[in-house]
């Protein structure tokens, strides 16, 4: 199957920080979402994109799609306590039954 | 909005029981996704259904089952588990096949012994 990288693979960082985290893989997807995972739960979809090149923001979240449809990023600007999970990118082709493709995560941990 | 809802929430199995786990939306999606989370390897696919009364195989199906008479019912059936199938596992859908945007549930921690 597609393989996507993503990193870092956990972050730790002061509250008020901005936090950068990317997926990269080597095919093309034709979608890119976002997901948050808190301990205990599933994970919630934070940001979807659809176009290259599309840039979207959800309240402090700014995530882009590259332009080469290879990779995309994720910043979450002055961070806050409950900013702490476990963040995944996911790429989709709509291609056939060719499913979602998910990231290894990247676990985010906030200092006070 | 009760979304997609899995049941039991944990559970410890002996090795070679079979086992049913269960997922059920309310949200009218055609598409139905059952992943296993395992640390360091994200999620993985293991079957899905794009509608229905149809099933497929995803990157990790061996040793799993599903059906999907309904649209509402997702279940994954283990019929003889062994202990490398001890994972957390969610249970997803999606409005259609071809929209990605797939809503997950809380998941079942799964442990064989």
């Known amino acids: 199957g597609q393989q996507l990288n993503q990193s870092p693979q956990s972050m730790f960082i002061q509250e008020g920080e901005d936090v950068s985290m990317n997926c990269t893989s080597s095919s093309i997807f034709n979608t890119w979402l976002w997901y948050k995972q808190e301990p205990g739960e599933g994970p919630v979809l934070l940001i979807a994109l659809y176009k290259a090149g599309e840039l979207t923001s959800n309240g402090r979240l700014t995530a882009q799609f590259g332009i080469t449809r290879k990779d995309s990023f994720l910043n979450i600007s002055a961070s806050i306590p409950s900013d702490v999970g476990i963040y995944f990118c996911?790429?989709?082709?709509?291609?056939?039954?060719?499913?979602?493709?998910f990231g290894t995560g990247t676990r985010l941990t906030i200092i006070p | 909005t009760a979304g997609i809802t899995q049941a039991p929430t944990s559970q410890i199995l002996a090795a070679g029981r079979s086992m049913t786990l269960r997922c059920t939306q309310d949200m009218r999606h055609n598409a139905m996704y059952w992943y296993r989370q395992d640390l360091g390897l994200g999620l993985r696919l293991i079957h899905y259904?794009?509608?229905?009364?149809?099933?497929g195989k995803g990157e990790v199906p061996d040793g799993y089952s599903v059906s999907r008479a309904n649209t509402d019912d997702f279940p994954l059936t283990l019929a003889s588990a062994v202990p490398s199938q001890t994972s957390v596992y969610f249970c997803a859908s999606s409005e259609s096949d071809m929209n990605t945007e797939a809503f997950f549930g809380q998941g079942t921690r799964l442990t064989v012994v």
């Open positions: 259904s794009n509608t229905a009364g149809t099933t």
């Open positions: 996911a790429g989709g082709t709509n291609f056939g039954n060719e499913k979602l493709t």
